[in-house]
């Protein structure tokens, strides 16, 4: 079926640039970049504090791992996050509109 992707962003600029270019390849539909927002999380035994830019993309589940190594390319963390967050149902139209706007592997 299909996944959304959660990946945060350091800023705008590369959330853009991250949903665009996969969008070029169409390796997914669509994306949403939310307002940034203030995270903490252990990195090499400290805790950091640090204004991220959240991204949500949708595609197709088969497409999952060519959109994480596309975007470990683009990516300036060391590590980013990148959740699979299945989706189990959709309406029709949508989940019609998303295969079409996406690629085979």
């Known amino acids: ?3 959304k992707i959660w ?3 350091p800023s705008e ?3 853009d640039q991250i949903a665009d270019k996969l969008l ?3 390796l997914v539909s669509s994306s ?6 203030s995270s903490k999380y252990l990195w090499k035994g400290k805790i950091v504090t640090a ?3 959240p991204l949500l993309l949708k595609t197709r589940k088969e497409l999952f791992g060519v959109v994480v190594d596309a975007i470990r390319r683009m990516h300036p963390y060391e590590t980013p996050s990148i959740l699979s967050i299945n989706v189990d149902q959709a309406n029709g139209e949508y989940l019609e509109w998303m295969i079409e706007s ?3 592997i």
């Open 1 to 3: 079926m299909i996944v």
């Open 7 to 9: 990946v945060n962003c």
């Open 13 to 15: 600029k590369v959330a």
């Open 24 to 26: 070029e390849e169409r």
């Open 32 to 37: 949403n970049r939310y307002t940034a927002t």
């Open 51 to 53: 204004r991220e830019v």
């Open 102 to 104: 996406t690629r085979e």
